[in-house]
């Protein structure tokens, strides 16, 4: 950073201090500016007004004692309406945003057009899709304006909870928001709507009487929990996931034919098989390979990959089609699945079973002997599947175990599958996609639905094979509609931002731990910091820390690679029964390729396909919430008769409130507040993701395996609290926090009027004003 020479130079103006900051990014801080631009003392107050105003303003965000230029941006994205302007317009700020990374959310200003389109009218409180425009001269820098393409959600205006009834006829709602736990609600019994004990109900709040619980009217009873035995019941209302179709979209899919030979090629002859879990009841992908006998590829393969043709039965805009965009995705609980599609096509029409003809998309790849895909071409045709294998028995197969079913498909079927698959590991192996080792849990039910124990099923050969020949069957997707030029749905994951590295190098650096990564960030920079620690007791942390710094994989229409998969371009094609965004893909090759009826209209464009994107993101997230939240529950009730308790576990979370605690074996989560660490104040370091006594320097850190108490669970947030009954490591330099990392009492409060940086002084009692404020 050169300064400049003029030591009589004028205050710069706004535009000359971001413009500064965006060609230094993680680099410019008042000191830094104030050289650049020659300022003196008296002038450097001025400066870090400015400074502060315009990260107000969300023109920079804060970093330590850095600014940076804030994240812009996209042109579409889901926003909630937060209130109105001096001129009366609704404001929004993005749905995702983390301050703590991005700086202050940006201010967008709705523009509403005198004729608002149907489904487009908003209110404060709402959910909406917006298409993104910067300033416009009107309002201040640093904000945006949008205009509402579709409405997502409206406000929120009632209480979801269990129905509590008690002896007198009155009754309690016990809420299903975590973040409610403990807060009940009550409700008389002229207020009660006829609701029964167990009953999963939607509360309208009533006026406080000044006294006693707040109390509430029951607008809706939604379910019986006791009837259905389905926690999944409370996530899917919650969440307002879509669980009845409409009659038309049911008739659609009622109506509807087997697809025949007529424009299609026969493949009834290729063996292709499905390989799936054991319980899985749709079948939408199948796999092939037989030895190339080309004789310019010696070695190679043919991979065959057929996708259920689900672009023949929904067609863009009907019923059908309305209804799958508005779903987005399929919803899988331990208990349950909410489909994308109804049953008649998921699991009859457009379900590769064996023996039955049945329409599908389909990718013919040649593999060379190094595992590189050589070429590729699609075909719409009918197929009939020779076989449906799990993983475990396909696997047991080749592994020596055949039972009556793969005996006979072993040599001709499942040999040459492997033969391909081990060709195109080793072509994945030098492209280096991310690796990191984050096991996951299934939860088995009993009949009754209730948790009958939760187990880490063995990642096998057979789930590997599966997944590279989908990620073979996706990029030749994407490649050939780029080729063709025609607008698609990716399948996109950003490299990780320029804070998450930072905040990653320092993390490593408390390790001891060297992180290098100039020039272009790769997967291959990720990879050698988990080689490093593989097999070490540092490992499952590192793990941790390394999938906390990476993006988060979204669709979008326009193309900035798969970070994670290492590749260039990347569209999701191989599941239409239940993502949304395959099925765009599939219209679309049906396009390009004049493959027949079902394509993609010309009406759709980059404009259209990005808005579409941006929802069924959304639902995708909505998704992975509800079945989160849904195993949640089912874990605390699975443990709420073991109260008191002793659990081993391991600290996955570290905030300035307390620990959260991922329990080996179920893998529930719980939370200590950190007020029950003990009688001193703990710091939050940031870089070594920990809190530290400040007296004793006990150090309690992301990843330790920790012994913890069972002090409480609430089964219907899905909440678990836990003591810690683990003493913590000594942190180096008797715990002491570099600057910026602020000391947090035992309340999970920075203590007001106090300096950011901590120092190791002794807990004092709190003031009693400062005691009042905190009853307040």
């Known amino acids: 950073m050169k300064k400049k020479s003029n030591a009589t130079a004028a205050f710069p103006d706004r535009e000359s201090i971001v413009a500064f900051v965006t060609a230094h990014p993680g680099e410019a801080g008042t000191r830094e500016l104030a050289r650049h631009f020659g300022l003196k003392n008296e002038a450097r107050a001025a400066l870090r007004r400015i400074l502060a105003e315009l990260a107000d303003e969300g023109v920079i965000a804060r970093e330590g004692r850095k600014v940076r230029e804030a994240k812009s941006l996209p042109p579409t994205l889901v926003a909630d309406i937060t209130g109105r302007d001096t001129d009366g317009e609704l404001v929004a700020s993005p749905a995702e945003w983390l301050e703590e990374v991005d700086g202050p959310a940006p201010v967008i200003h709705i523009h509403t057009p005198r004729k608002p389109k149907p489904g487009t009218v908003a209110g404060v409180g709402d959910r909406a899709l917006l298409r993104i425009e910067t300033g416009d001269g009107k309002h201040a820098r640093g904000t945006y304006s949008g205009r509402i393409i579709k409405l997502l959600d409206k406000a929120a205006h009632r209480v979801l909870g269990i129905f509590r009834s008690l002896p007198n006829g009155d009754g309690r709602l016990i809420p299903i928001d975590k973040k409610q736990a403990g807060r009940e609600l009550a409700i008389a019994a002229a207020f009660s709507g006829g609701a029964q004990d167990g009953d999963l109900i939607s509360v309208e709040l009533m006026r406080g009487r000044g006294y006693g619980p707040p109390s509430g009217k029951v607008k809706e009873r939604l379910g019986s929990l006791k009837t259905e035995k389905a926690v999944s019941l409370i996530a899917i209302h919650a969440h307002d996931i879509p669980q009845e179709f409409p009659p038309d979209a049911l008739r659609e899919a ?66 059908l089609d309305r209804e799958a965009l508005r779903r987005g995705n399929s919803v899988y609980f331990p208990d349950r699945v909410v489909p994308m599609l109804p049953e008649r096509i998921s699991n009859d029409l457009c379900s590769l079973k064996p023996g039955e003809a049945r329409g599908a998309l389909a990718v013919r790849m040649v593999i060379d002997r190094t595992g590189r895909k050589r070429a590729h071409t699609f075909h719409r045709v009918l197929m009939r599947s020779a076989a449906k294998l799990s993983y475990a028995q396909a696997q047991a197969a080749i592994d020596g175990r055949p039972d009556d079913i793969t005996a006979p498909l072993l040599d001709p079927i499942l040999k040459p599958l492997w033969t391909a698959y081990h060709l195109v590991k080793r072509a994945r192996d030098e492209r280096d996609p991310l690796e990191l080792e984050l096991p996951e849990r299934k939860i088995l039910l009993k009949p009754d639905g209730t948790v009958d124990r939760v187990v880490t099923p063995e990642r096998l050969d057979a789930h590997r094979l599966i ?64 080689a490093q620690v593989k097999g070490r007791d540092a490992e499952s942390l590192v793990n941790e820390v390394v999938l906390r710094s990476q993006a988060q994989a979204e669709y979008s229409a326009e193309n900035y690679g798969h970070f994670g998969l290492n590749l260039r371009r990347y569209a999701h094609f191989t599941s239409p029964i239940r993502r949304y965004a395959d099925l765009i893909v599939h219209r679309a090759l049906i396009r390009a390729l004049g493959l027949g009826e079902g394509a993609l209209p010309d009406t759709e464009t980059l404009e259209t396909l990005n808005e579409v994107a941006a929802a069924i993101s959304l639902t995708e997230r909505r998704a992975m919430k509800a079945e989160r939240e849904t195993a949640d529950r089912l874990i605390a009730h699975f443990l709420a008769d073991r109260i008191g308790a002793i659990f081993e576990g391991r600290i996955s979370g570290v905030t300035r409130a307390g620990l959260f605690v991922k329990l080996a074996g179920t893998g529930a989560d719980g939370f200590i507040p950190i007020r029950t660490l003990g009688s001193e104040y703990y710091n939050y370091d940031e870089a070594r ?88």
């Open 689 to 776: 993701h920990a809190l530290i006594g400040s007296r004793s320097g006990a150090m309690h850190r992301l990843g330790d395996v920790v012994q913890v108490r069972l002090v409480e669970a609430a089964p219907v947030a899905g909440a678990l609290r836990f003591e810690l009954l683990s003493e913590g490591a000594t942190a180096p330099r008797g715990g002491r926090p570099r600057d910026g990392r602020k000391r947090v009492p035992p309340t999970g409060q920075t203590r007001p009027g106090r300096d950011k940086t901590a120092s190791n002084t002794k807990a004092r009692k709190p003031s009693r004003k400062a005691r009042k404020s905190r009853k307040g």
């Open 254 to 319: 009622e109506n509807a034919k087997p697809a025949t030979l007529k424009g299609r090629e026969d493949w009834r002859d290729v063996p292709l098989v499905t390989i799936d879990p054991p319980d899985a009841k749709d079948h939408d992908d199948a796999v092939h390979a037989e030895p190339d006998s080309d004789p310019h590829n010696k070695g190679g393969f043919i991979v065959h990959v057929a996708i259920a043709d689900v672009a023949f039965y929904v067609r863009p805009d009907s019923p």
């Open 467 to 530: 997944e590279e020949c989908m990620i073979l069957a996706n990029v030749a997707a994407a490649e050939t509609l780029e080729k063709q030029a025609l607008p698609l749905i990716y399948r996109v994951h950003d490299e990780p931002t320029v804070e998450k590295v930072h905040n990653l190098r320092e993390f490593l650096r408390t390790l001891d731990m060297p992180f290098s990564a100039t020039g272009a960030l790769r997967p291959a920079v990720f990879n050698r910091i988990l």
